[in-house]
C-alpha cells in the first residue's frame, strides 16, 4: 500500500497559507522582481546600506580574474570529466560579506580569490535581518554585485517572532503552534530537542504541523528581498516545499547534509518524496541535494547515476570538501575523493564549510549569533569565509591544472 505523503488537511493548510500571499502567480512575480538590481539599490539607500552597495561596486572591480590565470596555465580540458562547481558557506550577512569584499580587492595581487559560483548562510530569519536591509545588501552583493549563481539563506524555525504572527498563521491554515511567551509580545515555536539555541543542529526537529512556520518564513523573505534560494534540513519541510513550489519557479531549496544523505537508499527515499510533487516539465523545487559526509566516492557517483535515471531535472548534487571541527570528524578532507568523482565523469559541487584550519569563528557558533553580535564580529568571520574561499580557489585552480572545468562566480571572469 502505497500512503500519501501529505494528507488532504495538510494540502488544505499549505495551500491557504499560499493564497494568504496572494497566490503561485503573486509570490513568483513579486520574488522577481525584488531580484532586480536598481530596485534593491533603491530600497537599500532608503534602508541606510546604499554606502555599502556604492563601495562594493567600487571593490569589484579590483577583484582578480579567472583569465589571468588560465593564459597563464593554458589548460587543456578533458571532455570526460566532469564539471566542479564552486560553493563556500558563512556568508553571514551585509557586514561580514562587505568585509569579504574588501579582503579579496586588497588580496588580489598576493592571495587571488575568485567568487564562488554558490554560496551559504545560516543566519536566522529574524525581522531585523529580514526587513532592516541587511539580508537584501547581502543579496545585492553576493547575487548583483558578485554575480554568484545561487546564494542560500537558513530559515531555522526556533527565532522568536511576534505573537501576532502565530496568530495570523493560525487563523489562516486552521492549525496551531506549541510556543512559548518571550514576552515584549513575543513568542518562539518550543523545540523539545536542543543541540542549538534553535534547536536538533538548528532545524531537523519540525515537528507536528510546523513546516507551515517554515514555509511562512520562506514566502515573507523571497517576497521582501527577492530570496529564491533556501536550506531545507527536515524531511517534512522538504516534502511541503516540494509540494509548495511546485507553480512557483522562482523559489529553490537545497538539501542539508544534515539529512544524513549518506547512501543511495536515502537518496532514493529524496527522490520519492520530489517525484511525488514533480512538476510538469520534470523539474523541482529542490536546486540541489548536499551528500551526507560520510559517502564514498563510489556512492556519490552512484547516486549521481540514478539521480540521471530518475528523469528529474535540474538538480544537481553537492560534497563538503573541509568541514568545520563541530559538524564532523576532526581534519576530514574529501579532496582526493572530489578527483575520484570528477575523473570518473560526473558533475558536482565542491562545498567549504572550513579551511582545514579552525580558525576563531570557524564554528557553528558564529551561525547562532545575534545581530548585534554578527556585527560586531564581522571582521574575523569576513576572514574566515574568505580563507574558505581562497582555498576553494586553489583547489580549483588545481582541477583546472588536470583538465576539470571549474565554475565560480560571474563576476571573476
Request: proline share 3%; aromatic share 10%.
Amino acid at each position: 500500500m502505497k500512503y500519501k505523503l501529505l494528507s488532504d488537511s495538510d494540502i488544505k493548510a499549505i495551500d491557504a497559507l499560499k493564497e494568504f500571499y496572494g497566490g503561485a502567480d503573486e509570490i513568483n512575480q513579486v520574488i522577481k522582481k525584488m531580484r532586480d538590481f536598481e530596485t534593491r539599490k533603491k530600497i537599500l539607500a532608503e534602508k541606510g546600506f546604499g554606502e555599502m552597495i556604492a563601495d562594493a561596486e567600487e571593490l569589484i572591480k579590483k577583484f582578480p580574474k579567472i583569465d589571468g590565470f588560465t593564459k597563464e596555465i593554458n589548460p587543456k580540458y578533458n571532455s570526460n570529466y566532469g564539471i566542479a562547481t564552486s560553493q563556500v558557506s558563512g556568508f553571514q550577512g551585509a557586514y561580514v560579506t562587505h568585509h569579504f569584499m574588501k579582503k579579496v580587492a586588497e588580496t588580489a595581487k598576493t592571495n587571488p580569490v575568485f567568487v564562488p559560483a554558490e554560496m551559504i548562510s545560516v543566519v536566522p530569519l529574524t525581522d531585523y535581518y529580514v526587513y532592516s536591509g541587511d539580508l537584501m545588501a547581502t543579496l545585492a552583493m553576493t547575487e548583483n554585485i558578485m554575480q554568484t549563481s545561487k546564494y542560500c539563506s537558513t530559515n531555522l524555525i526556533g527565532i522568536p517572532h511576534p505573537e501576532s504572527r502565530f496568530l495570523e498563521i493560525e487563523e489562516v491554515t486552521g492549525k496551531t503552534f506549541d510556543r512559548a511567551d518571550m514576552g515584549d509580545g513575543m513568542s518562539a515555536i518550543i523545540l523539545k530537542n536542543q543541540g542549538t539555541p534553535f534547536g536538533n543542529f538548528g532545524g531537523i526537529e519540525v515537528a507536528d504541523d510546523n513546516h507551515l512556520f517554515y514555509l511562512d518564513g520562506v514566502i515573507r523573505t523571497a517576497m521582501e528581498n527577492g530570496a529564491d534560494f533556501f536550506l531545507n534540513p527536515s524531511w517534512s519541510s522538504i516534502i511541503a516545499a516540494c509540494y509548495f513550489g511546485r507553480d512557483i519557479p522562482n523559489l529553490n531549496f537545497k538539501i542539508s547534509m544534515l539529512l544524513a544523505t549518506q547512501n543511495t537508499m536515502q537518496l532514493r527515499m529524496l527522490l520519492n518524496i520530489i517525484n511525488e510533487y514533480i512538476r510538469d516539465d520534470n523539474t523541482t523545487p529542490i536546486y540541489e541535494i548536499n551528500i551526507g559526509n560520510g559517502v564514498s566516492p563510489h556512492n556519490f557517483i552512484q547516486c549521481a547515476k540514478e539521480l540521471k535515471e530518475s528523469g528529474i531535472k535540474g538538480v544537481s548534487l553537492a560534497a563538503h570538501i573541509r568541514i568545520n571541527p563541530d559538524l564532523g570528524i576532526e581534519n576530514f578532507d574529501w579532496t582526493e575523493n572530489a578527483y575520484k568523482v570528477l575523473e570518473s565523469g560526473t558533475d558536482m559541487t565542491f562545498k567549504y564549510e572550513s579551511d582545514g584550519t579552525a580558525r576563531e569563528f570557524d564554528t557553528m557558533a558564529a551561525y547562532f549569533m545575534s545581530d548585534d553580535e554578527r556585527k560586531a564580529n564581522a571582521q574575523k568571520i569576513g576572514d574566515v569565509i574568505y580563507y574558505k574561499a581562497l582555498l576553494a580557489t586553489n583547489d580549483g585552480k588545481d582541477m583546472m591544472r588536470k583538465g576539470i572545468r571549474v565554475v565560480f562566480g560571474k563576476a571573476s571572469y
